[in-house]
Every structure is written in C-alpha cells, then in structure tokens.
C-alpha cells in the first residue's frame, strides 16, 4: 500500500524528481509546475499521458527535463522555451503536434530532442510546417521583405535625386 505524502511547506525545495521507468499512468500532474526550485525533472518510459502542463515555464531553475517515451500529446507549451537555464530536453517518442516553440534557446536543441513526433514541426526536425509556403510566396512575388523593399526603393530613389540635383549645383553655374 502506498502512502499518500502532502508536502505543506512552500519553501520546500525538491531539487530532483526522477520517476523513469516506473510504469506510471495518468497525466502529468498540474501541481508539479510549483516546485519552483526543481533542477532536473525525468519522466520518461513510462505511460503518462495527455498535455505537458502549459505553466511549465514556472520551473525557471529548470536545468533537464527528461519527457520522452511517454504517450504525451498536443502542442509543447510556448512557456517551455522562457526557462533559460534548460541544458538537456528529451520529448522524443511521444505524440506531440504543431510548431515547436520559437524564442530564446528551444532552436538550440538538436533533432533527437524531438524525434519520434510525426506531427511535429520546426527548424530543429528540418521539417517545414503547415502554412510555412503560403506566406514564403507574398515575399517572393513582391521580389523583397515588403516594407524593406519600399525602404530600399525610396532610398536609391532620393539619392539619384541628391545627385542630380548636387551635380547641377555646382556644374550649372560654372556652364553659365
């Protein structure tokens, strides 16, 4: 039988949770995201499903977080990559969908991070992800960035004018 054990103290701080390999079932439990002196985090080989909590980004002490092979699914939490120190990831091998998350350092992570999520997407799996071509295309089409190109074109535009202008400046009076 086991015992059920409430940690009361908030300023408890539990450093590490290694819980791999232990045939765990059910969802990643949403209170985990308050251990905010959490360092390293591993869950993986077991059956734990549904979503990775979305405060995730909470665990800011974060150094690993060790998800793989596990029937998590839905997208990674975009709060996931606010954690700054995170060293080592491993989502691989479960049933993630979407985009990975852009912004800080989740680019860094390399492809077996993240292998084994058919539906997964991002510049990590080199794998382009729905609606990346549509948007590829306006740019193409408009031969530039939009408001670069614009910038561009008025610059060269105002320096053949400046020119113009600076050159009959000074050569009309002296044909004068």
């Known amino acids: 039988m086991g015992v059920e054990q409430v940690f009361g103290d908030p300023q408890l701080n539990l450093k590490s949770i290694d ?22 985090l591993n869950l993986s080989r077991n059956n734990l499903s549904g979503e990775i909590p979305s405060e995730i980004g909470n665990l800011s002490s974060l150094e ?15 709060s996931l990559s606010q954690i700054d120190f995170l060293g080592k990831l491993n989502l691989s091998n ?3 969908s979407g985009r990975i998350p852009l912004g800080r350092h ?6 077996s991070s ?31 960035d939009g408001d670069d190109f614009v910038f561009y074109k008025a610059l060269y535009m105002s320096m053949g004018v400046g020119f113009f202008v600076g050159f009959w400046g000074l050569i009309g ?4």
Request: proline share 6%.
């Open 19 to 40: 819980l791999s390999s232990n045939n765990l079932t059910g969802e990643i439990p949403k209170e985990i995201v308050y251990l905010f002196g959490m360092v390293s």
């Open 173 to 176: 009076p002296i044909l004068i």
């Open 114 to 144: 993240f292998e084994g999520n058919v539906d997964l997407c991002g510049e990590q799996l080199n794998k382009s992800c729905p609606g990346d071509h549509t948007i590829a295309k306006p740019e193409e089409a408009t031969g530039g």
């Open 94 to 96: 479960n049933s993630f």
């Open 106 to 111: 989740l680019q860094t992570f390399e492809a």
């Open 64 to 78: 690993s977080l060790d998800l793989s092979r596990n029937h998590l699914y839905g997208r990674i939490p975009s």
